[in-house]
């Protein structure tokens, strides 16, 4: 076993500098300097810290009121329409309060208001990285997107806006985002993918709110969804009975919907300037053509029913006629060529010349299917060989014709 | 014989019992507290001293922050964008407070913090005067918030540095630590200011100490940290600039990257050569015109700043708004430029103040133009004008000041984020290599050659390439004897090669050098059959590697006329042996190539 005291020096040999000190030289010469300049430091350093503490408080409070000053004038720039110094004021507040979203955020508003999209979309992706679900952060983003025509962008931040979190009236702020997503996608056609957007904002209308069912009714009406429209209409006209609005809606999508009596009610009850707009004035004439001509109209009696088939037999026969004259083509046809659908329509009406008279359908009603069924598709042989009608009575045959595919097709 | 009394003290005279006991208990704890950190090791005192000092810097350097724009307020006003006259007249007339300041109170604020502190270490053994901290904290504080395109973070790290060297003096360290205690004290500094204790820390490693002593490292980590902590108490967490979320970048982008340190090189290397071209000329003209030149460089940076206001002061907002992309490309380039000039006058001027905050600037400046031109011609592969600017802070950063890694965890630490970290290292090292090959000495080099000292280049210790044992050793210098060869054969090859040392292998790892007077009469001796075990031999030897650098190998050539050098793989197995005469050889070798 190695002994390890062996090499333990005696203290006599041991060097001076290696003999152990009487206990009261055992500390260090400068041991109390140091001990003192130990305890000067730390009296310093909580003097000092309490200077640094006084001068920062007062800094701070400097600061924060620059920032303020600075952000009150930017918003009474903003609101005077002056952008150009609402974003100098606004960058003036960011120096002294770099990170407050609020000012980052009117910053890159002002910014997208000034047409520089680049930069106010810089802050707000920033700032979106700190709050994903910011309803007016993802907004203003999809304005940006739109205003640079990026549709993808455009509809992922106006849903994550929709489903995103607002401070003041989440509800209203959803609506009006949803109501402004749907505007969007139907000024760019995208009428399908508007579809169940605008299906959610005219269930997430709130009750009594007139305004907001107009509008809903209106997306609706533009994207086709006549039922959905109307009953928007009606809940408005259910409110006031006389919104000029609303009955131009509830017959516009009445027309539509082929319920020309309908139409022609709410058309009728638009006050006289509203009523002389030439598309209302054109649609209550087709509706009223429509009402008049439609013979398959259920409940008619059979008299009605006829006068109204040969009505329709008349306007079609002349829509024939005028068309031929157009084509400078005789209806019989060239002999030994093959008859065109226009030809044959004829010689089909022709045939049934007689049997297709008021007192013929009168007492034969089971020909007023037939016969409307050759008027619809005279109307639309003629449409597809010289164009669409011009004629109030040739429009409203069309429109009775697309309100009864089965019959058309015939 | 008479017996002598103590006098018993009363009852009334004592204290009470369980008073004096806890009086005594803390005394004796305080004085072996005392005793433990102060009177044994010093490296303790060190560590302890550092955070102290960390401190003593963090709370200079807020001080600092808050008198600068205390100062801009007062004298430029709240506002980014001041009106013509102040922007004018302002920077002019401190131009002329700040001149008489510097050449009649405070003559040793001129010049760089780096460069002082680095003198402190090689030149002062560690000290600093405590007025240039007074004169460095007075005169940045008017210059930088009266305008002048200067920054704080140089005067902030050494101020650190100050603060560090009078504390060390008070408490009467070694010299070794004394010396070492202003780099502790600039890291602490800088870390403060720039709110980057990463960064710093391996800024006064690579710029000022260039090594990776652990001791020294374990102090400057600590100061840093302490002053960050500091700092941050006072003015908050957030570092200098909001810098945007960055996407990473497409591989195709880093061609962009490659463009910036192309570009970022080169205006590194034209600002290094307009300093070194103008300096000494400036400094050579006549005495009173040194009390103008900071005013006519006031005055020259404030109309360029009725233009472009935005080249005043550290221009850290400016930075910010460049990094969220809020500027042409046109603009950007002409910031870029006209920063250029700012900083260069104000500079050569001899106002005291950095280079690091214009160089961010600069370098923001032009990274986020080169991106937005980017953008303009290639809008789908690249990333935002940010990310650019970003990068082209740490370019400059690294082409100007020559400091490629501390530039690459700048913009780490700036950033929060690794996204940017291989562009950076792209960047930043081709404008390193430009910036090297063109100027061979760096910029704070230059400098203080200008200054007529010759203080250790970091940047050239870092390059040279370690003088190794492999180097100097003859690989045929010795040869092997076995224990049990038989001395007649041994003796007749000592008789062929005379010159050659003879070592012996006693065992693994453990060599002796054989006294060839002895082996020839024991050779002669032939009574008895003789083994080279019976030989006298002095060891056993050290060992040296091949690998092992020259200076280990001294330590042991005083003692030894030969070392064998052995393999780390076999202790047995000779490489070579190294003699005095060898390194002397080699020594020459190396120089005269």
């Keep these: ?410 | 014989m008479s017996e002598t009394v103590t006098p018993q003290p009363s009852s009334t005279d004592l204290p009470p019992a369980g008073a004096e006991s806890l009086f005594e208990r803390v005394r004796s704890a305080w004085q072996a507290w005392i005793q433990r950190i102060f009177g044994e090791r010093e490296d303790q005192l060190f560590l302890f001293l550092a955070v102290l000092i960390g401190i003593f810097g963090g709370l200079a350097v807020v001080c600092f922050r808050v008198a600068i724009d205390w100062v801009q307020f007062v004298l430029l006003g709240s506002s980014l964008y001041p009106g013509w006259p102040r922007v004018v007249i302002v920077p002019a007339v401190a131009g002329l407070g700040i001149a008489a300041l510097v050449i009649w109170v405070f003559p040793r604020s001129r010049g760089s913090g780096v460069n002082q502190t680095k003198a402190a270490v090689y030149v002062s053994n560690g000290y600093i005067p405590f007025d240039t901290v007074i004169g460095k904290f007075v005169v940045c504080a008017l210059a930088i918030g009266s305008g002048q395109s200067l920054g704080p973070e140089d005067p902030s790290l050494q101020m650190g540095a100050g603060i560090a060297s009078k504390i060390g003096r008070y408490l009467k360290l070694s010299q070794s630590k004394i010396r070492l205690i202003a780099p502790v004290g600039a890291a602490a500094g800088l870390a403060a200011a720039f709110n980057a204790p990463l960064a710093s820390t391996l800024f006064v490693i690579e710029e000022v100490i260039g090594t990776w002593s652990a001791g020294v490292l374990g102090a400057i980590v600590l100061s840093a940290v302490s002053s960050a902590i500091t700092m941050r108490y006072f003015m908050g967490a957030e570092s200098l600039f909001r810098v945007p979320y960055v996407q990473p970048a497409h591989p195709v982008e880093f061609l962009g990257y490659a463009v910036l340190g192309v570009v970022g090189g080169g205006v590194s290397l034209l600002f290094t050569k307009w300093i070194a071209y103008a300096r000494p000329r400036i400094q050579a003209l006549p005495r009173w015109t040194h009390f103008l030149l900071p005013a006519i460089a006031g005055l020259i940076v404030g109309v360029i700043g009725i233009w472009f206001p935005q080249v005043l002061g550290a221009g850290y907002s400016i930075i910010d708004q460049a990094l969220h992309g809020e500027f042409a490309w046109r603009l950007l380039l002409v910031l870029a430029v006209m920063k250029l000039v700012a900083t260069g006058v104000s500079f050569l001027s001899g106002t005291p103040g950095g280079m690091f905050a214009p160089t961010l600037f600069i370098g923001a400046m032009l990274g986020g133009g080169i991106g937005a031109i980017e953008h303009h011609f290639f809008p789908s592969i690249t990333t935002s004008v940010g990310m650019f600017a970003l990068v082209g802070m740490g370019t400059l950063f690294g082409g100007f000041l020559r400091v490629p890694i501390t530039s690459v965890f700048m913009v780490i630490e700036l950033s929060g984020s690794y996204t940017a970290a291989l562009p950076v290292m792209v960047s930043s090292l081709i404008a390193y290599l430009i910036s090297r090959h063109y100027q061979e000495v760096a910029l704070f080099d230059m400098l203080t050659r200008q200054e007529g000292l010759i203080l250790p280049s970091i940047e050239e210790r870092r390059e040279q390439e370690a003088f190794l044992v492999e180097d100097a050793m003859r690989a045929e210098g010795a040869f092997v004897v076995r224990p049990n060869e038989p001395l007649a054969d041994l003796a007749k090859k000592a008789e062929a090669q005379k010159e050659l040392p003879m070592l012996l292998r006693v065992r693994m790892g453990e060599w002796r050098l054989l006294d060839g007077e002895d082996l020839q009469r024991l050779a002669n001796d032939g009574t008895t059959p003789h083994t080279a075990s019976e030989v006298k031999s002095k060891g056993p030897l050290p060992l040296l590697f091949p690998d092992e650098s020259i200076e280990e190998a001294m330590r042991w050539l005083g003692d030894w006329p030969v070392i064998p050098v052995v393999s780390r793989a076999d202790l047995g197995q000779l490489e070579g042996a190294l003699t005095f005469p060898d390194v002397l050889k080699a020594v020459r070798k190396a120089k005269a190539e």
């Design chain 1, 1 to 410: 076993m190695v002994d390890f005291d062996q090499d333990k020096v005696a203290p006599e040999k041991q060097p001076a500098s290696e003999r152990p000190l009487p206990e009261k030289a055992k500390r260090m010469p400068g041991m109390y300097i140091r001990e003192r300049v130990l305890i000067a430091c730390a009296v310093l350093l909580i003097a000092l810290f309490g200077f640094t503490a006084f001068i920062a408080r007062q800094y701070h409070h400097r600061i924060h009121q620059y920032a303020d000053q600075w952000f009150a004038r930017g918003e009474a720039a903003m609101n005077e329409g002056q952008t150009s110094a609402a974003i100098n004021d606004y960058r003036n507040a960011l120096v002294y309060k770099p990170e407050d979203p609020t000012f980052q955020f009117h910053l890159a508003q002002a910014l997208a208001r000034a047409g520089q999209e680049v930069q106010a979309r810089t802050y707000l992706t920033n700032l979106l990285s700190e709050d994903p679900s910011s309803g007016p952060i993802n907004l203003t983003l999809a304005r940006i997107a739109v205003s640079e025509k990026n549709n993808l962008d455009a509809v992922r931040y106006y849903h994550s806006a929709i489903y995103g979190v607002w401070e003041t009236d989440p509800l209203q702020q959803r609506w009006e985002v949803r109501s402004e997503l749907c505007e969007y996608l139907l000024n760019h056609g995208n009428v399908q993918e508007a579809e169940p957007d605008l299906i959610a904002l005219a269930q997430e209308v709130p009750m009594r709110d007139v305004g907001r069912e107009k509008t809903a009714g209106n997306l609706l009406l533009r994207a086709g969804l006549w039922s959905r429209a109307l009953s928007e209409f009606r809940a408005v006209l259910d409110t006031d009975r006389r919104d000029p609005d609303a009955l131009a809606g509830a017959g516009r999508a009445s027309f539509q919907l082929g319920d020309y009596v309908e139409a022609v009610n709410y058309l009728n009850r638009l006050p006289r300037d509203k009523r002389d707009n030439p598309d209302q004035a054109q649609m209550l004439q087709i509706a009223q053509q429509a009402q008049t001509m439609n013979a398959l109209r259920p409940g008619l009696r059979i008299s009605e029913q006829a006068r109204r088939a040969e009505n329709a037999l008349s306007v079609a026969k002349m829509r024939i006629a005028a068309c031929d004259k157009q084509r400078r083509e005789t209806l019989t046809g060239a002999a030994g060529a093959a008859p065109d659908e226009l030809q044959k329509l004829y010689a089909v009406m022709q045939q049934n010349n007689k049997a297709w008279t008021f007192p013929g359908l009168s007492t034969h009603p089971d020909q007023i299917p037939s016969a409307m069924s050759f008027a619809f598709q005279a109307e639309s042989a003629a449409t597809k060989l010289c164009g669409p009608p011009r004629s109030e009575a040739d429009k409203a045959l069309s429109l009775i014709a697309s309100k009864h595919p089965g019959q058309a097709g015939e």
